[in-house]
């Protein structure tokens, strides 16, 4: 069993059919069969209350909410979230992987519906008691391979594609401002390409954090 000094956040991001769910879940394969302690969350949902949000927000007969109402409601999804999973399981040392945290935030509503960044980042603070993931795989893809690939029913995807272009181009600027922490994946490689790549960069940062097998 590995042992981790503390607790390792690491999301996957990326527009809708990008193949950040899939990477996901294969990271979290490759942490269940390398015995390293994790858990695995969605954005939004992962806690009742939460899936109850998410049926809100992706509901397409919703289709008059107001970008501020959506905000809200993603960030309350995102606090109940922190609060009954996220912060217990980093206190116990253990990987979180999650899918969507933030970024999507900031990409969606900020850049996506021009909300405010500057009131968005507080209230973002505000919900998630300022944690933020330390490593984060931005899964690239042009939006028509991505709608393409994706069911394309829900309230969100059913958004034009200049929306999405919006949101595609605002994951990349957030990349460019944090390169440290955001490394940008080319979603149009195939699935196993791609899992191999972020287990090398998984792997390179646990060691780096002094997380030895
Ligand atoms: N949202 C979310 C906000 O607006 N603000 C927020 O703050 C948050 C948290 C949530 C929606 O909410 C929005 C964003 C979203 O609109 P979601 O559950 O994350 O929705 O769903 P989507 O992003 O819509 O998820 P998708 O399933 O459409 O896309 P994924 O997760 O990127 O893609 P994935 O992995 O499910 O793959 C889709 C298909 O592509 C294939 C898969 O097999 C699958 O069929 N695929 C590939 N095909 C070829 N090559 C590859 N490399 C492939 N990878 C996957």
Redesign the pocket.
Known sequence: MHSLKRGVFIS?E????????????ALVEWLARSQIPHIFV????STSVGEAI?EI??NPVNKEMHPKC??LL??A??SQLTYEKILGALNQKKVVVA???????????VY?HDLPARMVAILNRFATAGIKPDLTFL?D?DVDT?RQ????N????KRDAQYHER?REGYLRLARRAKKRIKILD?????D??SNEVIVQVKQFLARKGHKP
């Open positions: 996957f990326g527009v809708e059919g990008s193949g950040k769910t899939t990477q996901a879940e969605r954005e939004p949902g998410r927000l992706l959506e905000v993603f960030l999804a995102r899918d969507r945290f933030s970024d999507s935030t900031i990409a969606y509503q996506g899964v893809i991505g690939r994706s069911a394309g829900d309230r969100m995807e949101v979603g149009s490689k195939p699935v390409v791609l």
